[in-house]
């Protein structure tokens, strides 16, 4: 066998060796194109629950009240059952005037910590304005058997009392606000007032 021969023998083995290669690759299927890309935008990864209460809570300072609550709803959705949540939610409903709505949101809330004192009192202030008196002022008397040293709690409970024509009650309540805290000037006032002393 010549020289000339023993190349072409060797170019033609390596062309079928090609040819067999193609066949193979062609059978498995393509491979897919893939090139990494710098400039490709990469997606954020998804909010999770706390960001978004955290996001609501950036928009509530700004005055957002509305876009606050959208995404502590979202929040809601992702984590249901989440007692701070909910009483962010009540707070934005009743400072948007939607008080049955707040009602709910704080009700949900106290299902899950039934022991929040500043949740009742929350509660109590909106069932105050929606003149469920009886129901407010069993809220109250919660949020002053969890923490009794709460001087807003008695400030509220005797606005309530007045609006129940509970004016004796209502002195007293003030009176505890101001043991507590003697510059709370609100009660002060109030106070006064209904001593006749304004």
């Given at each position: 066998?010549?020289?000339?021969q023993i190349?072409?023998?060797?170019?033609?083995?390596?062309?079928?060796?090609?040819?067999?290669?193609?066949?193979?690759?062609?059978?498995?299927?393509?491979?897919?194109?893939?090139?990494?890309r710098?400039?490709?935008?990469?997606?954020?990864?998804?909010?999770?629950?706390?960001?978004?209460?955290a996001?609501?809570?950036?928009?509530f300072?700004?005055?957002?009240?509305?876009?606050?609550?959208?995404?502590?709803?979202?929040?809601d959705?992702?984590?249901p059952?989440?007692?701070?949540?909910?009483g962010?939610?009540?707070?934005?409903?009743?400072?948007?005037?939607?008080?049955?709505?707040?009602?709910?949101?704080?009700?949900?809330?106290?299902?899950?910590?039934?022991?929040?004192?500043?949740?009742?009192?929350?509660?109590?202030?909106?069932?105050?304005?929606?003149?469920?008196?009886?129901?407010?002022?069993?809220?109250?008397?919660?949020a002053?058997?969890?923490?009794?040293?709460?001087?807003?709690?008695?400030?509220?409970?005797?606005?309530?009392?007045?609006d129940?024509?509970?004016?004796?009650?209502?002195?007293?309540?003030?009176?505890?606000?101001?043991?507590?805290?003697?510059d709370?000037?609100?009660?002060?006032?109030?106070?006064?007032?209904?001593?006749g002393?304004?």
């Open positions: 066998m010549s020289l000339f190349i072409m023998l060797a170019a033609t083995a390596f062309f079928a060796y090609k040819i067999f290669e193609f066949v193979q690759n062609m059978e498995d299927g393509p491979e897919p194109y893939r090139e990494d710098d400039d490709e935008p990469q997606l954020a990864p998804p909010l999770n629950a706390a960001d978004l209460v996001e609501a809570d950036e928009l300072k700004e005055g957002e009240l509305r876009e606050a609550l959208v995404l502590l709803q979202e929040a959705q992702l984590e059952d989440n007692a701070d949540t909910l962010k939610m009540g707070y934005i409903l009743a400072r948007e005037g939607e008080l049955e709505e707040a009602v709910g949101a704080y009700e949900n809330a106290l299902a899950v910590s039934e022991n929040d004192d500043f949740t009742h009192n929350a509660l109590g202030s909106v069932l105050r304005r929606l003149e469920r008196y009886e129901e407010a002022a069993e809220h109250f008397e919660r002053l058997a969890i923490d009794d040293a709460y001087e807003v709690t008695y400030f509220n409970y005797a606005n309530l009392l007045e129940m024509g509970q004016s004796d009650k209502a002195v007293q309540m003030y009176e505890k606000a101001l043991a507590i805290r003697p709370f000037d609100e009660a002060a006032e109030e106070l006064a007032r209904l001593k002393d304004a």
